[in-house]
């Protein structure tokens, strides 16, 4: 085990130590208080993160097979959408939309609103 401070975990995964507080808050992030401070266990946050790489390569794949079908004509929708779900044109970093950073769910590896 390997405990860390936001400041270092911030650093390490290039978000702001406001998205870090703001994420184990929530509950996003595995992380415990002492007194004021949080403490990160490095293991259960590469845990998670590898968790989350899986999951957006497996909805990377299953959109690709859905993107094939639809070029085949198979199962085609015409929904008005634009880029990811609801189609305010944020949608999943992995289709190309963009996400901001206090929005993206780790634990899903999806964009929460």
Not at 56 to 68: D, P, V
Request: net charge positive; glycine share 16%.
């Amino acid at each position: 085990m390997r405990f860390v401070t936001a400041q270092e975990l911030s650093k390490s995964l290039k978000l702001t130590e406001a998205t870090i507080y703001k994420l184990a808050s929530d509950g996003e992030l595995p992380g415990f208080k002492i007194g004021d401070s949080w403490r990160f266990d490095m293991d259960e946050i590469i845990k998670l993160i590898r968790g989350a790489k899986k999951k957006t390569k497996n909805s990377q794949k299953n959109r690709r097979t859905e993107r094939t079908k639809e070029h085949s004509g198979v199962g085609q929708s015409h929904g008005a959408g634009g880029k990811g779900s609801g189609g305010d044109g944020q949608g999943d970093p992995a289709e190309g939309g963009q996400c901001r950073e206090a929005s993206f769910n780790l634990r899903d590896g999806e964009c929460s609103g």
